[in-house]
């Protein structure tokens, strides 16, 4: 089946710094989502991408839609404490039977 | 803002014994799924459900089992959990519109089998 390959796996930053992640995958996806996970919680939605190219914000975080369908990033502006977490991308194909594919996620650690 | 619950939100069993995981949502969403996740690590289908009386198994195979007979609930069964059980499951349910299927989770249950 379609494998996402997200990456880094962890991340170590300074409160104040930006932070990028991305996700890649060898299938085309025509939905790519990312999610960000606090211990102990499910996964929360951050930002959903529906066409390819699109660019959308949600406060300090903004993610795209890779051109090739192929691939997404993710950034955090200026992160703080409360940015720490796993965050997860997960494409879907649209009308197919399978559902969202999880990438491994990557772990933030945001240090004062 | 998603209405999805699982109860217990912990657990601590001993091998043997028979357990229910439940997942229920208020928003009358068809699609729900379960997923299986080892700490930090990423998330993992095991069962999924298109409507009542629609189960499939995902794609990690699971020795649980699950059912669908009310819209809004999707409990996870295991008749005899054993310590490889042990691990967090997270439900999930979604609406899809427009091809747009957003997942919404529930908080998980951490199971612990001793």
């Known amino acids: 089946g379609q494998q996402l390959n997200q990456s880094p796996q962890s991340m170590f930053i300074q409160e104040g710094e930006d932070v990028s992640m991305n996700c890649t995958s060898s299938?085309?996806?025509?939905?790519w989502l990312w999610y960000k996970q606090d211990p102990g919680e499910g996964p929360v939605l951050l930002i959903a991408?529906?066409?390819?190219?699109e660019l959308t914000s949600n406060g300090r975080l903004t993610a795209q839609f890779g051109i090739t369908r192929k691939d997404s990033f993710l950034n955090i502006s200026a992160s703080i404490p409360s940015d720490v977490g796993i965050y997860f991308c997960?494409?879907?194909?649209?009308?197919?039977?399978?559902?969202?594919?999880f990438g491994s996620g990557t772990q933030l650690t945001v240090l004062p | 803002e998603a209405d999805i619950y699982q109860t217990p939100r912990y657990l601590v069993i001993g091998t043997g014994k028979k357990i229910t995981l439940e997942c229920s949502q208020t928003m009358g969403h068809d699609k729900m799924y379960w997923y299986q996740q080892d700490p930090g690590m990423e998330l993992h289908l095991i069962h999924y459900?298109?409507?009542?009386?629609?189960?499939e198994k995902g794609d990690l195979s699971s020795e649980s089992t699950v059912s669908r007979i009310r819209t809004e609930h999707f409990p996870l069964t295991l008749e005899s959990a054993r310590p490889s059980h042990t691990s967090q499951y997270l439900c999930a349910s979604s609406e899809p519109r427009q091809g747009k299927n957003i997942q919404y989770f529930g908080a998980g249950t951490r199971l612990s089998v001793l």
């Open positions: 991408l529906y066409k390819a190219g």
């Open positions: 299938s085309i996806f025509n939905t």
């Open positions: 459900s298109y409507g009542v009386n629609s189960t």
């Open positions: 997960a494409g879907q194909l649209t009308g197919s039977a399978r559902q969202l594919t």
